[in-house]
C-alpha cells in the first residue's frame, strides 16, 4: 500500500493554528475538523465545505477563549459529534444526517478534570482520558458517566480495537492499559496494564493483534496481544526524523500511519510473511507537526491535519481494476476491497475479511447484484443492493464451484456433490447437504419471510430423482422426507414453509403439508406452476386452463380460468395480480382476484381488520364461507374473542357468538377486578375449553380454583348429569341427594324411562327398573336385568306382560331368553324358530329335544338357501341328511369340488344325472384334468 496525494481541504495559515481533531464519520460521508479557534468544520467525503459550527465553554462567564477542543469523535450512526474540552466537559452535538440542518447539544458530560483525548466505540458508550489518570465511559441514553479506572498519570492517548468492543489507553509515564467493555475477547488477552513504553506514548494504534506505540524517542514499537515487543522501527539516529505526535490504523487492521514533523510513516502488514513491513515515508515540506490523522472507514483515504492548519487527504489504494466497464474495484488493504458502480452516485460495498485474509479473485455475479471473493481459507458472497456481507470458512476447492443467486435471501454454492447455503449478512454457513442436484428448479429455501413471530427455515432437496427431503434450518434436523413414483422435475416451498409443491415428468402437480407429510395430486398436465408472491396462493397451467388455488387447504377446488397462450410469469405489485402470458408474438396479462389473494396476505400478516373488511364486501359464497371459518380458527388459537365472535356471526352460527359475547363479558368483570390481562382469567380458561368439548379440562381448571359448585353448574347446563354426580360423590358434595332427585326429575318430565331404568338398575332397584324398562318400551333390556336378578321371574303378572310385549313386537329372541329362563323349552324353541336365530334353536334341541336336531338344522338350511346363502346352507343340509338340498345349494353356490364329494355318495343315479352333466361341463369348460373321472360316470349314465 502507498499514499498518494489527493488534495488540500484547508490551506496553512502564516501562523499556530493547530489541526485539534479529525473524524470521519462511519457512513464514508463526512469529515470533521476541529481548529485550534475552537469550531468544527464538516466536508463531503470530496473534501468540499459543507458546513461549519461553533464549541460553547462550559462557563460562560469564563468566556469564549477560555478552553480549547482536544478531540472529537463521531457516532456510530454518524448523526452526532462529540467534542472534548479543556474545560471539563464532553458536548455532544447533533448534527443531522442531511447538510444544513440545526446543530444543538444534545448530552452534556462534566468531568473532574481536563478532557485530553475522547474517542466513540461502535459498540455505543463514548470513552474520555482525563488530566488526573482517569478514563470515563459517557452513556448518551442515560446521560451519565462513570469511571471505568483510574492510574496516576494523565491520559495522553486512546485507542479502539477494529471491532469497536475495546480500547487502549496510554499515559504519560509509559503505561498502556487494555479494557474491553464487552465479553467477546480473547480470553488471553488480559485487561489491565500490558506495556510500558520508554517514552509518553502519544501515537498509539490498535491493528488486529498487534499494538503499534510511538513516542519522543523516535522509535516505533510493535508489541503483540500478550505485551511482548515483536518489532521496532528505531529512527532515534536519523537526525532529520522528529518525536511521533499521532497514529490511526486502517479499518482492516492491517495498516498503520504514524505522524512526525514534516513526515508521514505508512506501516503494512504482510500477511503472507505474517510481519509488519515499513513502506518509503510521505515527506510533507513545510507542513511541520502532524496533529491529527483520521483514516475514512471504507479504507480508501487518510487525512492528516497540522501545526498550521492545514489539512491534506490522501488515497491509500494497493490496485484498481474495472469489472466490464461496470465497477470499479479498489483494493485498499490486503483484506478490504471497496467495490463502487461506475453508472449511479451509489456508494458501493466495502468488502472486508473478518479473519484478516488476504482478499482475491473479486467477482460481480448474478445479473450484476451479488459478489464473489475469496481468502486462502474463507469465502465471501455480499448482496450488492441491501450491502450484506457474509464470510464463511471454505477449504480449497480448486474453484469448481457453482454460484447460484435465484434466492433473494441465500446463495446456493455447489461442489462436488455438496450443496452450501449461506445466508446473506451472516458469517456461519446456514447447512451443507449431500446432492447431486443443482438446479434451482430442484431446489427450495425460505428463510424467515412474511414475518414470522419465530424463526422460520426451511430447505426442500432432491435426495434422489424421486425423493424430496425437506430440512428445518433453525434446529438442523429433517421435517420430512417425501417418496414418489415418478421422477420429479420441479419443486417449491411456499414461503412459510407449511406446503410443498412439486411436478413430475407426467405433469402432475401435487401438494404436500410439510407438517402431516400428507401428500395428493391436485392438477395434471401442468406446463406452469408458481406460488404467488407474498401470499400462500399457486397458480398452474393445464393446456388452456389457468388454476389458481386461492385457499391451498382446501386443494380440490381451485378456481379455473380459460387462457390463450403459455404463462411465463405470475407478478404481483401495485394492488394488483397478474398472469403473464406469451401467444405467439402476442404478450398480454390476465388479472386475478387481487381482493382473495389480499385476504391470504392479510391472514399471514394478522391483518385482521383489513381481511374483515375484505370479506364484509364479499357476496355469501362458499368461498367466503371457507375463508370466514379460516379467520375464526385463527383468532380462536390467538384467543382474540373479539375476532372470534365476529366470524360466529358471519357463519350463522348464533348458539357461538352468544357464548363467546358471554365469555367476553366474564374477560371484561377479570380486567375490572384485576386490571390483568383477561386471558390470565381462569374462568376465561374454562369456557374456551368447554367451547373445544374439552370438559375434563374446564373440570380441572375449576377444581383447581376451589370451584366445584361451577363444575357442577357447567355440567348441569350442558346436560352432563352423569358426570355432574360421579363429580359430586368423588367430592362427597353436599348437594349429592338434591342432584340426584333433580336429575330423576328432570328425566321423569321428559319422559326418558329407559334412562330411568338404567339408574335404578345400577341402584339395585330391579323391580322398578323393569317397571321403567316396560313403560319405555325398550324391551331388550329386560332379558339382561332377568339374568341379574332371578327373582322378578317370581312376578308371573309382570312377565306375562313383558313376554306379551315382546312377541308381539317381533323382539323373538329375546322372548325366548325369558322363557329358557322360566323353564319353558318348547315355547322358548318355538320363538327361536320364528325369529330364525337358529344357532341358539339348535343348541337348546340338542339339550331338551336331540330328536329335532335334524328338523332344525333342514330348517335353518332353507332360511339360509331364502337368504341367497347358498355356501353357508350346504353343511347344515348334509348334518340334517338332505344330500340333495345339500348338491342344489353347492350347485347353486357353484362350489363344485364340494358338489363332486355330494355326488359321489348319492346312489340314485337317475336322481343326480342332471347334476353330473352340470358338473362335467363346468370342468371340462374349465380344462381340469380331474374332470375326466366326471365325465367317464356322465357319459355311462348316458349311454
Not at 390467538?638 to 365469555?663: I, K, M, P, W
Not at 330391579?766 to 336378578?789: D, G
Request: hydrophobic share 40%; glycine share 6%; with cysteine.
Amino acid at each position: 500500500m502507498q499514499l498518494k496525494y489527493l488534495q488540500t481541504i484547508a490551506d496553512a495559515q502564516e501562523y499556530d493554528c493547530k489541526v485539534v481533531g479529525l473524524a470521519w464519520s462511519p457512513n464514508n460521508q463526512k469529515l470533521a475538523v476541529a481548529t485550534i479557534d475552537r469550531q468544527v468544520v464538516l466536508y463531503d467525503e470530496k473534501g468540499e465545505k459543507r458546513d461549519r459550527f461553533s464549541t460553547k465553554p462550559f462557563d460562560p462567564e469564563a468566556g469564549k477563549k477560555s478552553y480549547i477542543i482536544t478531540g472529537i469523535a463521531f457516532s456510530p450512526d454518524s448523526t452526532k459529534i462529540a467534542v472534548a474540552q479543556s474545560d471539563c466537559i464532553v458536548y455532544v452535538y447533533k448534527i443531522g444526517e442531511k447538510w444544513g440542518e440545526k446543530k444543538a447539544i444534545c448530552n452534556k458530560f462534566p468531568q473532574p478534570s481536563p478532557v485530553t483525548c475522547i474517542i466513540w466505540l461502535l459498540t455505543g458508550p463514548i470513552i474520555c482520558g482525563l488530566v488526573d489518570g482517569k478514563v470515563r465511559a459517557l452513556q448518551i441514553k442515560s446521560n451519565k458517566s462513570q469511571s471505568l479506572f483510574a492510574s496516576d498519570s494523565l491520559v495522553v492517548s486512546l485507542a479502539p480495537n477494529s471491532k469497536g468492543t475495546g480500547f487502549l489507553s496510554g499515559h504519560i509515564d509509559g503505561n498502556i492499559i487494555r479494557f474491553y467493555l464487552t465479553n467477546d475477547h480473547n480470553e488471553d488477552e488480559a485487561q489491565g496494564r500490558i506495556v510500558v513504553h520508554s517514552a509518553p506514548p502519544y501515537a498509539l494504534a490498535w491493528p488486529q493483534g498487534y499494538i503499534f506505540v510511538g513516542g519522543c524517542d523516535k522509535r516505533v514499537a510493535v508489541f503483540n496481544n500478550n505485551g511482548k515487543l515483536v518489532k521496532n522501527f528505531d529512527y532515534s539516529r536519523d537526525n532529520d526524523e522528529y518525536e511521533f505526535t499521532v497514529a490511526v490504523c486502517s479499518p482492516s487492521g492491517q495498516a498503520v500511519v504514524m505522524g512526525s514533523f514534516d513526515r508521514i510513516r505508512l506501516y503494512n502488514y504482510n500477511t503472507r510473511r505474517s510481519l509488519w513491513e515499513e513502506t518509503a515515508p510521505k515527506e510533507i515540506k513545510n507542513f511541520y507537526t502532524i496533529t491529527a490523522l483520521a483514516w475514512k472507514k471504507d479504507g480508501s483515504k487518510v487525512t492528516c491535519g497540522g501545526l498550521c492548519g492545514a489539512v491534506f487527504m490522501f488515497e491509500t489504494v494497493l490496485k484498481r481494476t474495472i469489472w466490464k466497464d461496470k465497477f470499479e474495484i479498489t483494493y485498499v488493504g490486503p483484506s478490504q476491497v471497496l467495490v463502487k458502480p461506475l453508472d449511479t452516485n451509489e456508494r458501493g460495498v466495502i468488502l472486508r475479511s473478518q479473519h484478516g485474509g488476504e482478499i482475491e479473485d473479486v467477482r460481480i455475479m448474478g445479473k450484476d447484484c451479488y459478489l464473489v471473493a475469496r481468502t486462502e481459507e474463507t469465502l465471501l458472497v455480499a448482496d450488492l443492493s441491501r450491502n450484506l456481507l457474509s464470510e464463511v470458512p471454505w477449504s480449497n476447492s480448486l474453484r469448481h464451484e457453482k454460484f447460484y443467486f435465484e434466492n433473494p435471501n441465500v446463495c446456493l454454492v455447489f461442489n462436488a456433490g455438496e450443496l452450501t447455503l449461506i445466508e446473506y449478512g451472516d458469517n456461519d454457513i446456514l447447512c451443507s447437504v449431500r446432492t447431486e442436484f443443482a438446479n434451482p428448479h430442484l431446489i427450495s429455501v425460505r428463510l424467515n419471510e412474511r414475518n414470522p413471530a419465530s424463526e422460520n427455515k426451511k430447505l426442500a432437496y432432491l435426495l434422489d430423482l424421486k425423493t424430496i427431503c425437506i430440512v428445518d434450518l433453525v434446529n438442523g434436523y429433517m421435517i420430512a422426507q417425501i417418496s414418489h413414483d415418478s421422477k420429479i422435475d420441479w419443486l417449491e416451498l411456499n414461503e412459510t414453509g407449511h406446503h410443498l409443491l412439486f411436478r413430475d415428468k407426467k405433469q402432475r402437480l401435487l401438494l404436500v403439508d410439510t407438517v402431516t407429510q400428507s401428500k395428493q395430486t391436485i392438477f395434471t398436465g401442468v406446463s406452469f406452476v408458481q406460488w404467488i408472491e407474498n401470499s400462500d396462493v399457486a397458480v398452474a397451467q393445464s393446456g388452456n386452463t389457468l388454476a389458481i388455488w386461492y385457499n391451498i387447504d382446501l386443494p380440490e377446488n381451485p378456481t379455473l380460468m380459460a387462457i390463450k397462450g403459455d404463462v411465463t410469469d405470475v407478478i404481483r405489485n401495485n394492488s394488483k395480480t397478474e398472469a403473464i402470458c406469451v401467444d405467439g408474438n402476442n404478450t398480454f396479462s390476465v388479472e386475478l382476484d387481487e381482493g382473495l389473494v389480499e385476504f391470504g396476505t392479510a391472514l399471514n400478516d394478522n391483518d385482521f381488520s383489513r381481511a374483515i373488511l375484505f370479506l364484509e364486501n364479499m357476496e355469501n359464497s362458499s368461498e367466503a364461507e371457507v375463508m370466514w371459518h379460516t379467520l375464526y380458527v385463527i383468532a380462536m388459537k390467538q384467543q382474540n374473542l373479539t375476532l372470534a365472535d365476529r366470524c360466529s356471526s358471519a357463519l350463522g352460527d348464533v348458539a357461538t357468538s352468544h357464548f363467546l359475547r358471554e365469555t367476553m363479558q366474564t374477560a371484561q368483570k377479570f380486567i375490572e377486578k384485576y386490571n390483568e390481562n383477561p386471558n390470565n382469567s381462569p374462568d376465561v380458561w374454562a369456557r374456551l375449553s368447554i367451547l373445544y368439548g374439552e370438559l375434563a379440562t374446564a373440570e380441572n381448571i375449576y377444581l383447581e380454583q376451589g370451584n366445584i359448585d361451577a363444575a357442577l353448574e357447567m355440567y348441569k347446563k350442558l346436560h352432563k348429569w352423569d358426570e355432574a354426580i360421579r363429580l359430586a360423590e368423588q367430592r362427597n358434595h353436599e348437594k349429592l341427594d338434591e342432584l340426584k332427585q333433580e336429575r330423576m326429575t328432570l328425566l321423569v318430565q321428559s319422559g326418558q324411562f329407559e334412562k330411568i331404568g338404567q339408574i335404578l338398575e345400577g341402584e339395585g332397584k330391579y323391580e322398578e327398573a323393569l317397571t321403567m324398562y316396560v313403560k319405555s318400551n325398550k324391551l331388550l333390556r329386560i332379558p339382561k336385568l332377568l339374568e341379574k336378578e332371578p327373582s322378578l321371574l317370581e312376578d308371573h303378572s309382570a312377565i306375562a306382560n313383558v313376554l306379551k310385549s315382546l312377541v308381539k313386537q317381533e323382539l323373538f329372541e329375546a322372548a325366548a331368553e325369558v322363557y329358557e329362563k322360566l323353564d319353558k323349552p318348547d315355547l322358548a324353541m318355538e320363538c327361536y324358530r320364528k325369529g330364525k336365530v337358529w344357532n341358539k334353536a339348535v343348541d337348546l334341541a340338542r339339550t331338551v329335544s336331540p330328536d329335532k336336531v335334524v328338523q332344525l338344522e333342514e330348517e335353518w338350511g332353507d332360511s339360509l338357501v331364502e337368504n341367497k346363502q347358498m355356501d353357508a346352507a350346504i353343511s347344515h343340509y348334509i348334518e340334517a341328511g338332505c344330500t340333495i338340498k345339500a348338491l342344489d345349494a353347492a350347485v347353486a353356490a357353484k362350489q363344485w369340488k364340494k358338489a363332486v364329494h355330494i355326488v359321489k355318495v348319492i346312489e340314485d343315479a337317475d336322481t343326480v344325472k342332471k347334476y353330473y352333466e352340470l358338473i362335467a361341463n363346468h370342468f371340462a369348460t374349465a380344462k381340469v384334468s380331474k374332470s375326466s373321472n366326471i365325465i367317464n360316470s356322465v357319459n355311462d349314465l348316458i349311454g
